[in-house]
């Protein structure tokens, strides 16, 4: 390897985040961009202007956005195969639509380049099975985007589970209310469940891994319902509700709703001792809370049988917005790549947290408890 490891990003919608990543890593190079969508190519802000891209403006300033890529010193792309045939190219973030991940990712692997896969790493176990068998063939490695689990928040909730302050985890559970996916992806690709497998191998795959990541525990059990009947254009679940058993016999709800008109996640951990409550925005405003706060997340905790109003808090700003967690997961990656040691998220969790997805669909579609063991 060079003094810093070639990099380049397929897809320059979420895409952007991790160009912020290389951009800001000392151990990155970012080489070369690749985008189908002219707009895309053109400038690094093309579509900046968009819907979709509005939470990432803090990252990138706007002298930067205004520039062309070849004033970076950065090739662009019109396709994924000419970063595959690009051979000073080491690791790729492919950020494309999730019905790409499998074709893609095995190409890019079977060139030799390294992946940061962006979730669900693919839309079936045997697709993500093929993605396996091509990084252990050609000796690469995966790391997944769940940007989560770098948030200073969630590192946090973590911290405090680890210093006992919850004692016996029993319980956990996640709200997540938004509004619908953006209607200006690549193709409209995410409003088909044929390519973005539906909500909840879409999104809630995040949550399903944030459930993993904080309790340390497997999901053994899931059963959903849900509801289709709100926005006509996406063929899938606009609402889910997921619940089950961990290996432990400890139990889980996820609520995921696609329904909101504004954003808000809420993680709540219940211990023998006590319990954790915490929030996050997408903006520091909030209608939800009638703009009354000004953070980006908290976190709350306290023991059992508190009496009000004991307990503490601490608050996060920027450092727990997606794109800055995106962009630090993806220093990461280059520093772990580079070290020999763990990604934050490796691939068998991001195959793991598809399975429970795919689980949870099932289960959904046709009612049954669905059994993971
Ligand atoms: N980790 C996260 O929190 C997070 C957030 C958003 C999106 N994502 C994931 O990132 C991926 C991309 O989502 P998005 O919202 O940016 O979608 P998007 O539609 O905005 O962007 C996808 C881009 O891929 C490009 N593309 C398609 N085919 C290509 C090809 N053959 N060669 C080069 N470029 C090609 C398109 O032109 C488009 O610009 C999805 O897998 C999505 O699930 C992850």
């Known amino acids: 390897m060079s003094t810093r490891t070639n990099t380049a990003v397929v897809g320059l919608g979420i895409g952007m985040a991790h160009v912020a ?131 200073p928040a969630v590192l946090k909730i973590r911290e405090l589970m680890g210093a006992g302050v919850v004692g016996e985890v029993r319980a956990f559970s996640l709200y997540q209310y938004r509004p619908p996916f953006r209607r200006d992806k690549w193709e409209k690709w995410i409003q088909a469940k044929k390519r973005s497998g539906g909500l909840l191998v879409e999104e809630t795959c995040h949550w399903f891994d944030l459930a993993r990541f904080l309790t340390g525990r497997e ?40 329904t909101g008109f504004d954003y808000s996640l809420i993680v709540q951990v219940h211990g023998d001792r006590g319990a954790i409550w915490s929030g996050f925005k997408a903006d520091p405003r909030s209608l939800l809370d009638g703009g009354q706060t000004g953070y980006m997340g ?32 993806v220093a990461h990656t280059v520093k772990s790549l580079r070290d020999g040691t763990p990604f934050v998220a490796e691939f068998d969790d991001g195959l793991r947290s598809l399975q429970i997805a795919l689980a949870a ?12 063991k």
């Not at 959903?224 to 889910?240: L, N, T, W």
């Not at 009496?307 to 630090?328: H, K, P």
């Not at 669909?361 to 993971?372: A, F, I, T, Y």
């Open 21 to 151: 990543g290389y951009l800001s890593s000392p151990d990155a190079n970012l080489v070369a961009v690749a985008d189908a969508w002219p707009e895309r190519r053109e400038r690094v802000g093309g579509t900046f202007d968009q819907g979709s891209m509005l939470n990432l403006r803090p990252l990138l300033d706007d002298e930067l956005l205004s520039k062309r890529w070849e004033e970076l010193e950065i090739r662009v792309y019109d396709d994924v195969t000419a970063v595959a045939e690009d051979p000073e190219i080491e690791l790729v973030s492919l950020c494309t639509p999730d019905d790409t991940h499998e074709s893609y990712g095995v190409m890019l692997l079977e060139a030799g380049k390294h992946l940061l896969l962006e979730k669900p790493v693919a839309l079936s176990v045997a697709a993500a099975g093929r993605l396996t068998a091509a990084a252990r063939a050609n000796d690469r490695r995966i790391s997944v985007g769940y940007e989560m689990r770098v948030n």
């Open 219 to 258: 999901i053994v059990q899931v059963h959903c319902v849900g509801s289709d009947r709100i926005h006509a254009d996406f063929d899938y679940e606009d609402i889910a509700f997921v619940q089950g058993v961990f290996t432990d016999g400890s139990v889980f709800q996820i609520g995921h709703a696609l």
């Open 361 to 372: 669909r099932h289960s959904l579609e046709s009612g049954e408890l669905v059994d993971l």
């Open 298 to 329: 908290i976190v709350s905790w306290g023991p059992v049988n508190a009496i009000q109003g004991e307990g503490s808090f601490v608050t996060f700003g920027d450092e727990a917005r997606e794109g800055e967690n995106i962009r630090d997961n």
